[in-house]
């Protein structure tokens, strides 16, 4: 039995979520959730100066945002109202993080662009979406790892599930890597804010839950064939039946149901809390977003922007979902030539090089991959009695994890409603299809974790057949390409 403390899970309880974890078995695998506050609420953003009080006595603030203008349900500028709320009480310095193109990227040349403003800085303020969170939480936490600026950050939108944990999705040389940072102090969603954001960013969080369905289960495959650690089942037991509700909900939340907005805000949050919790994104990151990370890293050459993150991850998410319920209904373990599973590092390396070396002149990008691969191949190598064991008890494995995932044409017929994008080639920067299937080919040779793929792959099922076969039962779902 689930804790039901657990499945009614308040994101702006910070202490009671402590306690409930304190007290689950294992405990001492789930991390402390390094924050001191989330306000969620009507009106949240008003005691902006009471944020910024409980973090430090100093007198003055960095505001920290993107170039976009963005607006509340009553139509007045946040970033300006915010500035002047900070002014009753603070002396306030508003940095603009910008690019050529318009477009903000997490690299390490922007967290630095923030760092030089720091100097005589008290406390960070970010406003904005995951983009500036993330710059935020990465700057202050690489210019001083012990003692980082106390950051408070004001989420703008309901994009992503990335606000709330203590790690940064980052793109070093072009490839998108998710590094250790650190957690905001204070995170505020007013509701009033997040309800007047374009549409399609809250659509963009409720579909980075999709994970949900899949990437639990790549961690808990990952954990029990050795190639993981740390599972624990309370992280996703904390998300799982509000995601559920939140799926029923999602006709309303197209209509924008200010109800069903909330509750977003709360499961979004706990998925991002459930990182922290596990000390790595492997609770809410697994096959689906690997997909999605390859199409971004394409993106450059593709001369394109990056689709939101959570409506792109949830299109990868259908087809995650395909492939976990072939793994569950149609994988024979019986068929599996144990000694054919292990490519050797020979073998692998021209695999993986041949993948990613297009993406730039340099090699970058492949050199940065194979370096991750590697690591796993090896380590897949050194764990095989744990393969063996896994095929022998096949059947425990299936019964473990079937109340965890969910039927692909569900998921698809929910995100339908929810009026969420379901093919990659309608995303707000639409991606063609033979990016998309490059993306599904190759996913699971750009990093060190994990996945359902990986299995797949080594046992000689994963190929450019299987990956068609995926496509054409997503196309059934008026989903896919
Ligand atoms: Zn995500």
Redesign the pocket.
């Known amino acids: 039995m689930i804790d039901e403390r657990l499945i009614r899970a308040d994101a702006t309880k910070l202490d009671e979520l402590h306690e409930i974890m304190q007290e689950q078995p294992h405990a001492e695998l789930l991390c402390d959730i390094g924050m001191k506050e989330i306000n969620i609420g009507h009106k949240a953003v008003e005691k902006i100066c009471d944020a910024v009080k409980a973090l430090t006595p100093g007198k003055k603030v960095l505001m920290v945002s993107g170039p976009v203008a963005i607006v509340d349900t009553e139509g007045r500028k946040i970033k300006e109202r915010i500035k002047a709320l900070l002014e009753q009480e603070y002396e306030v310095e508003w940095f603009v993080v910008t690019e050529p193109d318009g477009i903000v990227h997490c690299t390490p040349e922007n967290a630095a662009r923030i760092q030089e403003h720091f100097p005589g800085v008290d406390c960070v303020v970010g406003i904005g979406g995951g983009t500036i969170c993330d710059l935020c939480k990465y700057a202050t936490y690489t210019a001083n790892h012990e003692n980082p600026l106390p950051l408070v950050i004001v989420q703008t939108a309901l994009s ?3 606000f709330s944990d203590n790690s940064s999705v980052m793109l070093f040389s072009g490839v998108k890597r998710t590094v250790h940072s650190r957690y905001p102090a204070i995170l505020i969603i007013d509701l009033d804010i997040v309800g007047a954001a374009p549409p399609e960013m809250n659509v963009s969080g409720y579909g ?1 839950l999709i ?1 949900t369905w899949t990437a639990p289960v790549d961690w808990y495959l990952g954990n029990v064939l050795g190639m993981g650690k740390n599972f624990h089942t309370a992280p996703s037991d904390m998300i799982r039946t509000q995601c559920e509700e939140l799926l029923e909900n999602s006709s309303k939340l197209a209509a924008g149901d200010p109800k069903v907005i909330g509750d977003l805000a709360n499961v979004l949050t706990l998925s991002g809390l459930s990182m922290g919790l596990a000390d790595e994104s492997s609770p ?2 697994g096959s689906e ?1 690997v997909m999605s990370h390859l199409i971004d890293m394409a993106s450059k050459v593709r001369h394109t922007g990056i689709c939101y ?2 409506t792109q ?1 949830a299109v990868s998410g259908i087809n995650s979902c395909i492939i976990w319920d072939y793994l569950l209904n149609e994988f024979d373990p019986k068929a599996v030539d144990l000694d054919k599973c292990y490519p050797t590092a020979e073998e692998m390396e021209p695999k993986v090089k041949a993948a990613f070396d297009w993406l730039d002149d340099t090699h970058a990008a492949a050199n940065e991959c194979w370096s991750d691969y590697q690591k796993k191949l090896a380590k897949w190598h050194a764990n095989k009695e744990k393969f063996k064991a896994f095929l022998d008890n096949f059947d425990e494995f299936k019964a473990t994890v079937a109340p965890w995932v969910k039927k692909p044409e569900y998921i698809a017929d929910c995100m339908h409603k929810a009026n969420a994008p379901c093919r990659y080639s309608v995303l707000n920067f639409p991606v063609d299809a033979k990016t998309a299937t490059w993306a599904m080919n190759n996913c699971h040779l750009m990093r060190n974790r994990f996945s359902v793929i990986d299995l797949l792959f080594y046992t000689g099922v994963w190929n450019e057949d299987f990956v068609q076969k995926i496509i054409d039962r997503a196309d059934s779902m008026d989903a896919g390409l």
Do not use: I, M
Request: aromatic fraction near 0%; glycine fraction near 10%.
């Open positions: 992503v599930n990335a980075d994970a809410a990151s977003h993150h959570g991850v």
